[in-house]
């Protein structure tokens, strides 16, 4: 049996590299496909990244000209940081830089939220930069009332329209810092990142957005995609004076978080899996390992750090929230896979052991030999080994192990099963004693065709007829397996022969027995679907 779930989850893990998810736990790929709730970030999976400025606004700065060439002594060209080059792009004259030069240079993280640099002028005059939040960069300059008001009356309008802001500051010598202005940038959603999220919905997956912006801009920015106005500030969770209860129903709750810091997203992961969801959390910073690793699938982004790369169960080599989804598709295929092969294995165990039991002490014979346990062992190898590529349907809802239902299904078709071999062992017993010579041959060839007709039923929840049909290779493994056990049993290799007539009769009996068994199947399965709202299997 592990052998064969271990070849399903890599043949599994090549089909998740085709739509650019590379795994790098195997046993993830259980716990994608019944992942419920995805926390995924804004920037770079449900925008484009593509930052551009938009609208400025000058305080201390005497012009607009002004204003960007601070922002952009503020920046850094090579390190990749898609708002250091929105801000770069957007600076008309680009030799109006040339009389300064950037001494020092600490990038953006997620916990100062600015950057600064150390900038020396043509005079040999050194003086320092930063841009960054906001709110951190008013706070850096000890804004008066007004200002503060005029402030934030910009970033709530600028937010209103989906637009983010960024403070603007400087400071000379010995002098405090002074607060230049504000720049508006903004970060279109992706095309597909709408029709996406209502296919997810279909799926029975929640995205939650998570951002570090302003919960104004959360909230254009979730109206524009279609996941809700329930926008919630990581400080109104956090804050430390709400109640457990409390916050844990605000991030039950909510479509989203803004103004979110690293932290809070392990806070939010363990909460959201302490009321029995499977969490996905998508992430790309050193800061984001602690929750990709808490999250039952941590996702590293494309352009995530080493460490983040090292936590997640996945890593994605494109970009968008589409890459996400089809990776889950992908994962609940697998998962199908297996439950079929799963409950194939305890039913044909259950069929196999029991028989031969019941055979020896009821008429003290043995009714295989040893080759043919062998035989039977090597033949079944070739169609199961083919599960691994067969077509399954996906699931509307994440689907989990319930070892109820497992055993309850396989233990039904393992007494079906049961039945329909021991009926033909009596039969063949009291009607046809002619044939006992020959009994050995007639089981091995008995239960080599319903063993391998049974993989029909178990492969689907459905009626083995309808859709979606096998692959091509389990179709033609377990046709060649026939044919093969079929030449053996009429040519006598291995065994004593027996006629093409009774080879047919045996076929004719099973092709009966897996018509009924499939449709008791379909039946049970449909009653086990209304008692769950999730497809807990």
């Not at 001494?103 to 640099?117: C, G, N, V």
């Not at 003290?364 to 349907?393: E, S, W």
Request: hydrophobic share 45%.
């Amino acid at each position: 049996m592990p052998a064969v779930l271990s070849v399903t989850l890599a043949m599994g893990a090549l089909d998740l590299a085709r739509v650019k998810a590379l795994v790098t736990k195997l046993q993830s790929i259980e716990e994608m496909a019944g992942v419920d709730v995805l926390c995924s970030d804004k920037t770079g999976t449900l925008t484009e990244n593509k930052i551009k400025v938009g609208e400025t606004f000058t305080f201390k700065a005497h012009n607009n000209s002004e204003l960007l060439i601070t922002a952009a002594l503020a920046s850094d060209n090579d390190n990749g940081d898609t708002i250091d080059l929105a801000v770069l792009s957007a600076l008309q004259d680009k030799n109006a830089m040339q009389d300064n030069q950037q001494l020092e240079f600490t990038p953006f993280d997620p916990i100062s939220k600015r950057t600064e640099a150390t900038i020396q002028d043509v005079s040999g005059n050194r003086f320092k930069v930063s841009k960054g939040a906001p709110q951190v960069i008013m706070e850096m300059c000890k804004l008066d009332k007004k200002e503060s008001t005029r402030v934030n009356q910009i970033i709530e309008n600028q937010a209103s329209k989906g637009y983010r802001t960024l403070g603007v500051a400087k400071k000379s010598g010995d002098d405090n810092w002074q607060f230049m202005g504000i720049l508006s940038l903004y970060d279109p959603p992706r095309e597909d990142s709408k029709a996406t999220i209502t296919a997810a919905e279909r799926y029975g997956l929640r995205v939650k957005m998570i951002t570090g912006d302003h919960i104004a801009i959360a909230k254009q920015i979730a109206a524009q995609l279609g996941l809700g106005t329930n926008i919630v500030s990581a400080d109104e969770i956090f804050n430390g004076s709400s109640d457990t209860e409390t916050s844990m129903q605000k991030i039950e709750k909510a479509d989203g978080f803004a103004q979110v810091f690293p932290e809070h997203k392990y806070e939010i992961v363990k909460a959201l899996q302490s009321m029995g969801h499977y969490v996905a959390m998508t992430g790309d910073g050193v800061n984001d390992a602690p929750a990709l690793k808490q999250a039952d699938v941590g996702i590293a982004v494309p352009g995530a750090t080493n460490a983040a790369r090292a936590a997640a169960a996945l890593v994605l080599t494109g970009h968008g929230l589409s890459t996400i989804v089809k990776a889950i598709e992908k994962a609940r295929h697998i998962f199908q896979r297996m439950l079929s092969y799963v409950i194939y294995r305890i039913t044909m165990t259950l069929d196999i052991m029991v028989f031969v039991v019941l055979a020896m002490i009821i008429f003290n014979m043995f009714p295989l030999t040893a080759k043919m346990i062998v035989l039977l062992a090597l033949m079944d190898d070739i169609p199961i080994m083919a599960i691994a590529t067969d077509h399954t349907y996906i699931s509307s809802k994440p689907v989990r192990w319930k070892m109820k239902k497992v055993l309850t299904s396989s233990g039904m078709l393992g007494m079906l099963a049961l039945i329909e071999t021991f009926g033909l062992f009596l039969l063949i017993h009291y009607k046809a004693p002619g044939l006992l010579d020959n009994i050995q041959t007639i089981m091995f060839l008995q239960l080599i065709a319903s063993g391998h007709l049974m993989l029909f039923v178990t492969r689907t929840e459905k009626f083995f007829w309808q859709k979606p049909y096998p692959s091509r290779l389990l179709f033609l493994a377990i046709i060649i397996t026939q044919i093969l056990a079929a030449i053996m049993a009429g040519l006598g290799l291995l065994m004593s022969a027996i006629s093409w007539n009774v080879i047919a009769l045996i076929w004719g009996y099973n092709v009966i027995w897996v018509l009924g068994i499939g449709i008791i199947n379909g039946l049970v399965n449909k009653h086990w679907k209304s008692q769950y709202n999730i497809e807990q299997v």
